[in-house]
């Protein structure tokens, strides 16, 4: 985890392994065909009939865009999109413009993106019991409850259940465990196929 930066969520940074996957059968067995997994988000989309980008926005009362220069400066993507959608933005589907949005200076998401992260966050924390009605010492313990109101951070539940990992691996002065760690993972525990991410 610690070992390579996540992946930014733009255009153009899907990983290459997961557009070229081999499905098994019941008996484990490949199967003929490939699947390419950035294409079928977009097709089941469609099929489910998620609102395209414009409407979208529209719905979550935010101005929608008229060309594409209002979704990015980005020369190659506007190039890119409009081989594959013309000059019909209103054809444009959510996820890829959620990519291919502008990012707010300072955050890895775009206004949109960061929109419904704000909304959710905040509906989910007051549906949570846990959060709500049950947050005391009977539920959590005293222990628990002191854990719960000083935790900030996955480092800090990292250090406090696995102070071995972060002196042994995190060995930086950076706080978030979300930065690239400095020291190599251990040679005798390699990280296993199905989590390498190409370079």
Known sequence: MGHQPSGALELFNYPMFLRDLIPQDRDGKDRPDHVDLAALEVYRDRERKVARYNEFRRGLMLIPITKWEDLTADAEAIKTLREVYGDNVEDLDLLVGLMAEKKI???????????IFTV??????EADRFFTSYFNEETYTKKGLAWVNTTESLKDVLQ???PEMLSTWMNSSKNSVFSVWDSAPPSHNPVPLYLRFPN
Do not use: D, Q, V
């Open 120 to 125: 959710m966050a905040t509906r989910r924390l």
């Open 105 to 115: 200076p300072g955050f890895a998401i775009s206004e949109t993106a960061f929109l």
């Open 160 to 162: 406090r259940h696995y």
